[in-house]
Nanobody, 120 residues
Framework: QVQLVESGGGLVQPGESLRLSCAAS????????MRWYRQAPGKERELVAE????????NYADSVKGRFTISRDNAKNTVYLQMNGLKPEDTAVYYC?????????????WGQGTRVTVSS
């Protein structure tokens, strides 16, 4: 059974930091691209950051470049999102996503989300 379990969300003040974690099970974690998405109230879900399965290359949304860092630990089947310099506009539910393209189909798994609120 595939599971993605996010943790680490909470309420912080502007400028503070949080580290989100996503623990994966039920699939070959090291073979998947791992992504963090977020969805703010009244807005569409957007891609925040991704990390490849092989080289560990990363990509970020322009809005978080220089503030957020995605990383993965394949030994622990866990992906992280270090968020520094948080802003009120970072307030959203953050979702972990695992993606892989097979020969005949795509594999696309989602966690349940963890809420991040940035407010003074």
């Amino acid at each position: 059974q595939v599971q993605l379990v996010e943790s680490g969300g909470g309420l912080v003040q502007p400028g503070e930091s949080l580290r989100l974690s996503c623990a994966a099970s039920g699939f070959t974690f090291s073979s998947y691209v791992m992504r963090w998405y977020r969805q703010a109230p009244g807005k569409e879900r957007e891609l925040v950051a991704e990390i490849t399965s092989t080289s560990g290359g990363t990509n970020y949304a322009d809005s978080v470049k220089g503030r957020f860092t995605i990383s993965r630990d394949n030994a622990k089947n866990t992906v992280y999102l270090q968020m520094n310099g948080l802003k009120p506009e970072d307030t959203a539910v953050y979702y972990c996503n695992a993606y892989a393209r097979g020969v005949f189909r795509q594999y696309d798994y989602w966690g349940q989300g963890t809420r991040v609120t940035v407010s003074s």
